[in-house]
């Protein structure tokens, strides 16, 4: 039943701003840790930004500036403003959705969405 349906992405060009999201459902969303993730053609998937259920954030030092991560609980929505975007952002797009509990982690994946940008 756990679904994480992404939507946003697209091509852009150089400098320009994106915006996407991903509509979660079939869990209790405020217990989750979100994340997005990319992989580009030749490069393991790396994680971009992530954003606890009290809203602290971190970024990878390659976007750290230029995106930024957010979560609407009520919507059950997390978010991942693109600005700024140079072509090295290309990838497939992930959203993820992490719980750890004693025994193991609940990990939940998106299907991705592509970011392209080029002129």
């Known amino acids: 039943q756990v679904q994480l349906v992404e939507s946003g992405g697209g091509l852009v060009q150089p400098g320009g701003s994106l915006r996407l999201s991903c509509a979660a459902s079939?869990?209790?969303?405020?217990?989750?840790?979100m994340g997005w993730y990319r992989q580009a053609p030749g490069k393991q998937r790396e994680l971009v930004a992530g954003?606890?259920?009290?809203?602290?954030?971190s970024y990878a030092a390659s976007v750290k500036g230029r995106f930024t991560i957010s979560r609407d609980n009520a919507k059950n929505t997390v978010y991942l403003q693109m600005n700024n975007l140079k072509p090295d952002d290309t990838a497939v797009y992930y959203c993820?959705?992490?719980?750890?509990?004693?025994?193991?982690?609940?990990?939940?994946w998106g299907q991705g969405t592509q970011v392209t940008v080029s002129s």
């Open positions: 993820n959705a992490r719980r750890t509990a004693v025994v193991g982690t609940d990990d939940y």
């Open positions: 079939g869990i209790i969303f405020n217990g989750y840790v």
């Open positions: 954003i606890t259920r009290g809203g602290s954030t």
